[in-house]
């Protein structure tokens, strides 16, 4: 049973950081490329970053581009979201996903119950 559960999450103030965890079971670490998306209240769940299998590749929307900065550890089944500059409209859940990739919600299989960032202006 494949299981990811985000950690990290919590209030910012604008311009702070926060980093994101994702520890992943249930899957090898190196088998699925991993996203992060995110939901703000009353829009649709959006592509953040994603992380090939091997780590070599990243992709970014273009609101993350320089800010944001997605790892992994696939001896620790975990991948990682480094989110810099924070701003307001950043305030969102933030699901952590493991599948295809890269961009797109369909080519994930899997997802986590998702974690709170909260970025105060």
């Known amino acids: 049973q494949v299981q990811l559960v985000e950690s990290g999450g919590g209030l910012v103030h604008a311009g702070g950081s926060l980093g994101l965890s994702c520890a992943a079971s249930?899957?090898?670490?190196?088998?699925?490329?991993m996203g992060w998306f995110r939901q703000a209240p009353g829009k649709e769940r959006e592509f953040v970053a994603s992380?090939?299998?091997?780590?070599?590749?990243?992709y970014y929307s273009d609101s993350a581009k320089g800010r944001f900065t997605i790892s992994r550890n696939n001896a620790k089944n975990t991948v990682y979201l480094q989110m810099n500059s924070l701003k307001s409209e950043d305030t969102a859940v933030y699901y952590c996903?493991?599948?295809?990739?890269?961009?797109?919600?369909?080519?994930?299989?899997?997802w986590g119950q998702g974690t709170q960032v909260t970025v105060s202006s």
């Open positions: 996903a493991a599948g295809l990739g890269p961009r797109a919600l369909y080519e994930y299989s899997y």
């Open positions: 249930g899957l090898t670490g190196s088998s699925y490329a």
């Open positions: 992380i090939s299998r091997s780590g070599s590749i990243t």
